[in-house]
């Protein structure tokens, strides 16, 4: 199965960037991929943080998620749709939310982000839980690729990226493909990026599809980028550093098995 990491440089206004979503879902639908997974914020990178406020959508309505459910449709696309921001129990808060779309247009997952990035080095500050209320469990759902094969993807979310526990619970559930739609700032992407997405892979004996906000955006931050596909070995399959692009990779359910047989650590867990 072919699956891609779609990587954006998104901007304060939500049409554009669904338009520039659009086009590259459409390139991947050329490209011959069957899942493509969209970045982190991809609807918008707003001026503020409190800027999700006034983008929020309840679940089921919305422009947001009619664009997603379309191109879905549209494309014949599993489409995972980076993150969105929904309404919850608080009028200061969202969920930073992961949905997931079928080629019917059908939403068939729904993963609110756990962890909440904060970081303060002086220079850079976040604090997402001002504005962010958090998930609280692992969610994965089960796919058929066009050629018989069934595959079943966990979810996650950039910061999340840095608890293994999460993703070893997508382990222990079966999950084949670990999803993790991102917006790493320049910082600290440049420093672990790279590492704990290969990391993840390793451990977990999986494809990690990691799609990521790349570049400068117009609020003026810079994004990490270097969205990528690695395979279950740890070799990273493709990639791109910045701007937009489609990062499509083969994902092979013998190898995947192989690589299983081999070595096969996930059933030597004693924890």
Request: aromatic share 8%; proline share 4%; charged share 20%.
């Amino acid at each position: 199965m072919k699956a891609a990491a779609l990587q954006m440089v998104s901007g304060l206004q939500v049409q554009d960037n669904l338009q520039q979503a659009r086009r590259l879902l459409e390139d991947a639908a050329a490209q011959g991929v069957e899942l493509a997974a969209l970045p982190e914020y991809f609807c918008a990178m707003g001026a503020r943080d409190t800027d999700k406020l006034a983008l929020r959508e309840a679940l089921g309505e919305g422009a947001i998620q009619d664009f997603l459910a379309g191109a879905a449709r549209d494309l014949g696309l599993w489409i995972v749709g980076g993150t969105l921001p929904l309404r919850c129990g608080s009028d200061r808060h969202v969920r930073n939310t992961t949905l997931v779309f079928s080629p019917a247009g059908e939403r068939v997952a729904r993963y609110d982000k756990i962890h909440l990035f904060r970081f303060d080095n002086g220079r850079e500050r976040f604090d997402e839980a001002a504005v962010i209320e958090a998930g609280s469990a692992p969610v994965h759902f089960d796919m058929a690729a066009r050629d018989g094969s069934a595959w079943r993807v966990g979810l996650s979310v950039c910061y999340d990226l840095r608890f293994p526990e999460l993703y070893r619970a997508h382990a222990r559930a079966g999950a084949d493909v670990l999803l993790v739609p991102s917006a790493f700032t320049h910082t600290t992407g440049q420093a672990h990026w790279y590492v704990l997405l290969r990391a993840r892979a390793v451990e977990n004996l999986a494809y990690v599809i990691a799609p990521a906000q790349g570049g400068l955006h117009e609020n003026g931050r810079r994004t990490w980028g270097h969205s990528m596909v690695v395979e279950p070995w740890g070799q990273v399959l493709a990639q791109c550093a910045e701007g937009p692009a489609v990062v499509a990779g083969l994902l092979d359910a013998a190898h995947l098995k192989q690589v299983r047989a081999q070595l096969p650590a996930l059933d030597h867990r004693v924890l």
